[in-house]
Structure formats: structure tokens, C-alpha cells
């Protein structure tokens, strides 16, 4: 099945802005509606030359606009969002109110004219939970509202809720992904991701700063890899109506990335510990490990992340001496 007409809600984000790249390489043309929130112009500028990109500058929001837009589009993907966990301390109202608002109008539209649409979800949904690795059939054991860190997980939530609700109902076909640590070009740490921010830190040989004491891990998933995975889950419909995982599985402690990144680097920079309270405030609650199942993926549709974290680090820090595995060997490999 091709779907011709793309419509990407944030797609001037850092993982939009790379599934645009990917649907114009693949001959598709790309409409983006974006309101720079936490998207960038600079993260698009260079597809603008491209006649079959089209940007909206607009939130996802706005009914009539996005209602009109879905009704042109063969599929949508719905990535606009609020990010990064210092973003959602700092704003939990904004954080709550776009996430399910927006998901609620681009649901509705497509509903309305049944088209295909793939929502970014997030591993947060799996909360506190301790049963390595995360199924998706799996509980979640969420933390207590008195909590802000927990909003963006509930708020995510209740867009799958609603995403299946419209599957059960109308047959829509939802294709719901839950990303994990999700890293690459262009991410910015401005909202608290924690390459990126090492990544600069180590660059300038500034210390590195490790929050608590950095014995919570982590698997990071190159950008390039859940692209392929982006493209491909919508087209099989076997997908549809499904949560899938995509992340890696090659775990990590924040202490021992914070020492690749030096490493990598050729940095001296030295590693500062700071606690959870100083840089994040006061009642916060960080999960220690978070590894996805990715059975599911693989099973729909064949997806195997290609990229190592050596070569994600080195791709982020510009130092990449040899291409990483392009994304015809990680899609067709
Ligand atoms: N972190 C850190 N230093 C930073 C930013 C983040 O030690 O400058 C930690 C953070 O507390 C978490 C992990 O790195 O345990 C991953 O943080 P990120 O915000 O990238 O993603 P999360 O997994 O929390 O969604």
C-alpha cells in the first residue's frame, strides 16, 4: 500500500524532521504542521527547496486547519508533542493539555475520513514498572499525581485509550508506537535529554553532569532506526489496532555513558554528580531501568535496530569518520 500524501504534525521536531527526510527520499510528499513549540525551523530549512514539502506553521490543535489538512493527506503521523522531561516539570499544564487536545482533533479528523495514523507514544507509559523487558501487553505501575513527571506518562496514555477507542469503534486504523531513548542529530538538551547535553558538555570540556549517581540505565535507540520502523508499521495492516515497542535493547548506565561520551570525545572533561532535587526540583522520580521487548516489532515487520551506541555517539558529535549503517542496509539488511 503507498500512501502518496503525508501529513507529519510536528514534524520540525528532532524525530519528525527525520521521518520527513526518509518520506521525501521514498518519493512521497510531505505536509508538516508545526508550531515551533519545541520544533525548530532550522531542523526543516533544508527541505523547503523540495516542491513536494509543504509546511504549516500552526499547533495541531486547531480543528478546522487540521480537520482540512487530514482530509488531503493519504496518512498522517501524529508526532507533535511536548518533550523532555525538564519541559514537562516546568510546564505540566501546557505539557497535559496539548499532548491529549491534539491527539483528540488529528484522531477525530481522521476518523472522520478514515485515514491510516500512526501516534507517537513513549515508554514513560510504562512508569515504575520492574518487569524487564516492557511487553506492551504488559501493566504499568504509575507513580502518584502529586508527581509531575508522571502527567506526561498518564496524558500519553490516554491518547493510546483513545487512539484504540477509535480502532474498536470504527475500525480506524491506529498504529500506535511507544518510543524508548530515542538519540541523533539534531536533538537538542535544551529540554533535559541526556546525549545531547554530554555529548556539548564533553565537546567544550565542560564536566559532565550525572543526576543522582548515575547507576540508572538506559537503552538508546538511534533516530535512523525508529524512522525505518515509522515508515514501515503502517504499511502492514496487520499493525493496525496494535502498540508496538521500538527501542534497543543494548542498556547502559547514565555513569558509563557519561564516561563513552568522554571517552569518544577525546574530551577532558571530568563527571559532576548532581542530585535529582537540584536539577530537577524537589519530589522527583526517575525510573532505574527501562529495556523495551521488541518481539512485536520484529514480528510485524521484521524491524532489527542496526545502529551501536559507539556509532550514535560519534554521529551526534559530528565525528563519524566511516558512514554508519545507512538506512537501506538497516531497512532491507
Ligand atoms: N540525565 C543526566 N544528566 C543530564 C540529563 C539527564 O544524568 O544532563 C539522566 C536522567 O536523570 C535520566 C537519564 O539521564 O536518568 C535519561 O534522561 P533523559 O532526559 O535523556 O530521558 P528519560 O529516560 O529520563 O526520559
Known amino acids: ?40 525551523w532550522a531542523n526543516i530549512d533544508h527541505l523547503k527547496r523540495d516542491p513536494h514539502f509543504r509546511v504549516i506553521m500552526a499547533s495541531a490543535t486547531e480543528r478546522a486547519l487540521v480537520t482540512e489538512e487530514v482530509a488531503r493527506h493519504d496518512l498522517v503521523y501524529h508526532l507533535a508533542s ?39 507514544s513513549t515508554s514513560e507509559v510504562y512508569g515504575k514498572s520492574e518487569r524487564i523487558p516492557f511487553r506492551e501487553d504488559a501493566d504499568v505501575v504509575m507513580g502518584p499525581t502529586s508527581k509531575r513527571r508522571w502527567a506526561y506518562a498518564c ?16 475500525h480506524l486504523p491506529v498504529y500506535i508506537v511507544r518510543l524508548f531513548n530515542t538519540v541523533g542529530p539534531r536533538q537538542t538538551g535544551q529540554y533535559g535529554m541526556v546525549v545531547p547535553s554530554f555529548v556539548r558538555q564533553a565537546l ?11 547507576t540508572q540505565r538506559r537503552c538508546f535507540c538511534s533516530v535512523h532506526d525508529v524512522v525505518d520502523g515509522l515508515l514501515r508499521l ?5 499493525a493496525a489496532g496494535q502498540v508496538v515497542n521500538l527501542g534497543t535493547q543494548e542498556e547502559i548506565s547514565i555513569l558509563g555513558l557519561a564516561e ?3 571517552d569518544l570525545c577525546g574530551s577532558r572533561s571530568t563527571i559532576d554528580f548532581v542530585p535529582y ?13 527501562r529495556v523495551p521487548d521488541t518481539r512485536r516489532a520484529a514480528e510485524l515487520i521484521g524491524w532489527d535496530p542496526a545502529w ?12 563519524a569518520d566511516r558512514p554508519a549503517p545507512l538506512l537501506a542496509d538497516v531497512v532491507r539488511g
Do not use: W
Open 277 to 289: 532535587e537540584e536539577a530537577y526540583g524537589a519530589g522527583f522520580d526517575d525510573m532505574m531501568r
Open 308 to 319: 551501536r551506541l559507539d556509532d550514535i555517539i560519534q554521529e551526534i558529535a559530528g565525528l
Open 260 to 262: 563513552r561520551v568522554i
Open 82 to 120: 511536548a518533550v523532555g522531561v525538564k519541559l514537562i516539570i516546568e510546564q505540566p499544564v501546557r505539557t497535559v493539555e496539548t499532548i491529549f487536545h491534539g491527539t483528540d482533533v488529528v484522531l477525530n479528523a481522521c476518523a472522520r475520513y478514515h485515514r491510516p495514523v500512526l501516534i507517537t
Open 234 to 238: 503502517p504499511a502492514n495492516e496487520a
Open 1 to 40: 500500500m503507498t500512501h502518496e500524501k503525508v501529513l507529519v504534525t510536528g514534524g520540525a521536531g528532532f524525530v519528525g524532521s527525520h521521518l520527513c527526510e526518509a518520506l521525501l527520499r521514498e518519493g512521497r510528499s510531505v505536509t508538516v504542521i508545526d508550531d515551533l513549540s519545541t520544533g525548530r
Open 204 to 214: 567544550s570540556d565542560r564536566p559532565l553532569t550525572v543526576y543522582g549517581d548515575g
Open 155 to 170: 496524558a500519553k496514555a490516554l491518547d493510546e485509550f483513545l487512539a484504540l477507542a477509535h480502532h474498536y469503534q470504527s
